[in-house]
């Protein structure tokens, strides 16, 4: 059976409502009841995996999953960003954030580059490729973004170009000799049945 990876964006919460870096906060409200709306939408799954953030955790017991903490699968280390909103930042540090946004492989906030969330996000690829049946993977859209560009092969500057959504969904496949990208389905409230990979 040819190895199929579903990445899930977990679902929203405050501090991704008002565009925080990183934290553990749970999920909101809305964010939980739309993320048991899509409960038994994704088919037989073989193994399922997520982020240890309690927003990750609570996305896949919402869904009904049951899930392995994986760290690799964690969000971004934003290092002394991390918990302050986009606004503060762009007050207290407007040249490093620029920076970091126009070369990815800094990391002026002290924590991670780039460069090495795409490191950790090849290898558990590399990793789970080799496992046949779906892999269902509960995670951030960091993590998503670096798959994407892993599959993709795409350079650094491809990584802020991928817009990943709440409870989106990304499969990919491989044949163990190369990656493709399947599809990318957006979470639509409105459209039952439409959210299956």
Do not use: Y
Request: a positive charge.
């Amino acid at each position: 059976m040819t190895p199929r990876i579903t990445l899930i964006c977990h679902a929203t919460t405050r501090a991704l409502r008002a565009a925080t870096f990183g934290g553990d906060d749970s999920l909101d409200e809305v964010g939980a009841a739309q993320a048991r709306q899509l409960a038994g939408t994704l088919g037989p799954v073989t193994r399922c995996w997520t982020s240890p953030a309690a927003r990750a955790r609570e996305t896949a017991a919402a869904l009904g999953l049951s899930a392995t903490i994986d760290d690799r699968l964690r969000e971004c280390d934003f290092g002394r960003w991390t918990g302050l909103k986009f606004g503060q930042v762009l007050l207290r540090e407007p040249r490093k954030l620029i920076k970091w946004m126009k070369d990815p492989a800094t990391a002026p906030h002290g924590g991670e580059s780039i460069p090495e969330v795409l490191s950790r996000v090849s290898a558990w690829l590399s990793e789970q490729g080799r496992e046949p049946g779906h892999t269902v993977a509960v995670t951030h859209s960091s993590v998503v973004r670096a798959a994407i560009v892993h599959v993709l092969q795409a350079g650094l500057p491809a990584f802020w170009r991928i817009d990943v959504t709440p409870l989106s969904s990304t499969e990919l496949r491989t044949n163990g000799r190369r990656w493709v990208l399947r599809s990318i389905t957006p979470f639509d409230a409105d459209v039952p049945g439409e959210h299956s990979p």
